[in-house]
C-alpha cells in the first residue's frame, strides 16, 4: 500500500510565488529520498492556495524520509504571517 498527503498552504497574494517556490524545493527534497515516487507542486487556477502532493512506496519510507530531512525542511516548512490562514494536510493511503 502507497501513502502519501495532500498540503493545501493558504498565503496572502504577495507571498504564492514565494510559496510556490518553496514548495517545489520540499518535492524535491522529498523526490531525492529513498521510497518516494512523486513529489509534486501545484497553485490554485485563482492562486487561492499552494498545493503539494507527495507520494511513497510505505509509511516507513515516508517515515524515514520526513526523519532524513527534518533539518534540511525546518526552514522552509515553517508556519508564519505570511500564511493567511491554517494550512491543511490529509494524508493518504491507497487501497
Known sequence: MTVGFVAFHYPAPEYVEEFSDRVRQVADILRS???????????T???????????FESQDALDAAFTATREQLAPIT??????RKPRQVHYLESR
Open 78 to 83: 515553517v508556519f508564519d504571517e505570511r500564511e
Open 45 to 55: 487556477p485563482g492562486n487561492d492556495a499552494v498545493v503539494s502532493t507527495v507520494e
Open 33 to 43: 529520498q529513498p521510497g518516494c515516487l512523486s513529489a509534486r507542486p501545484w497553485v
